[in-house]
C-alpha cells in the first residue's frame, strides 16, 4: 500500500476549491527545494506555479499574483482562477480560507508571532466577503501538549486579549504550554467565522509524518499548505 503524501482538508468546501497540505514525504526539504517544489507541482497537478512568500512572522497579507512571489508577508488572497496561495510550516500554523461561493480563497502563515501580531485579523480585512460566508481549516502544527513558552509570550497574548488566557496552561519550571490551535479559533471566532475545521495534528510528536523545527531544528523541512479556485461552479 503506498502511503499518501498529502493531507486534503476535511471541510465542506465548494468543488471548485482545490486545497492540499503535504506531509513530511511530500514535503519540501531544506537541501532539495527547487526540485521538490517541481515534484509537488506535477504530484498535486497545480495549474501554476504556487505564489511563495518570504514568510517572515508579520502581519502582511497580500494579493497573491505572478509579481509579488517571494515578496515579504505572511498571508495572500486571490479571486483568481488557478493563482495558488502558499504558504511553508514546520510547527507554525497553516490557516487555509474559503468562501462557499467558491469566489475568496486565501493561505496564512501563522506562528504565534503572528497569530500576536493579528494575521488572521490583517487578512480578513484584505478579503470583502461575509463572515457567515468563510469557512477556515486549521492544518498541522505543534501540539498544545509540545509548544512551551515563557512568560513573556503569554503576556504579550493575555495583553492583547484576555480571553487568550484559557489557551495557556501551566507547564514546569514556571512555564506556559500553548495552544496555537484554540489562539487561531478564538480570533477567527471573534470575527464571526463559525466554520472551523481542522486543528487536530502535532507536528512535533509526528516524526513519521511531519516535519518539526522545535524537534528537529533549522535544517529540517517544511510542509506546504496550497489553496486555489480551480474555475467557477
Avoid at 12 to 33: C, M, Y
Avoid at 77 to 96: F, K, M
Avoid at 102 to 122: E, M, P
Wanted: proline share 6%.
Amino acid at each position: 500500500m503506498i502511503e499518501p503524501t498529502f493531507i486534503q482538508p476535511n471541510w465542506p468546501a465548494p468543488k471548485n476549491v482545490n486545497a492540499f497540505s503535504t506531509l513530511r514525504q511530500g514535503g519540501i526539504s531544506a537541501e532539495n527545494l527547487q526540485t521538490n517544489q517541481r515534484i509537488l507541482n506535477i504530484s498535486l497537478k497545480l495549474p501554476h506555479e504556487p505564489i511563495w512568500l518570504n514568510q517572515i512572522h508579520s502581519n502582511i497579507a497580500i494579493p497573491a499574483s505572478e509579481k509579488v512571489r517571494y515578496q515579504e508577508a505572511d498571508a495572500s488572497y486571490t479571486d483568481q482562477s488557478h493563482t495558488v496561495c502558499a504558504v511553508l510550516t514546520a510547527d507554525c500554523l497553516p490557516i487555509l480560507l474559503c468562501n462557499r461561493q467558491g469566489s475568496y480563497v486565501a493561505a496564512i502563515h501563522a506562528g504565534w508571532r503572528g497569530l500576536q501580531k493579528q494575521i488572521i485579523d490583517r487578512t480578513l480585512d484584505k478579503i470583502p466577503c461575509d463572515p457567515k460566508d468563510l469557512m477556515a481549516w486549521l492544518g498541522p502544527a505543534i501540539g498544545p501538549k509540545h509548544f512551551e513558552v515563557g512568560d513573556e509570550v503569554r503576556d504579550l497574548f493575555i495583553t492583547m486579549d484576555k480571553d487568550l488566557m484559557s489557551a495557556f496552561t501551566n507547564s514546569i519550571n514556571h512555564r506556559w504550554l500553548c495552544d496555537l490551535y484554540a489562539i487561531a479559533r478564538l480570533q477567527l471566532k471573534k470575527r464571526l467565522i463559525t466554520q472551523i475545521y481542522g486543528g487536530d495534528y502535532c507536528t512535533y510528536s509526528d516524526p513519521n509524518k511531519f516535519y518539526s523545527y522545535r524537534r528537529d531544528g533549522a535544517k529540517t523541512g517544511r510542509m506546504a499548505s496550497l489553496i486555489w479556485i480551480n474555475s467557477s461552479l
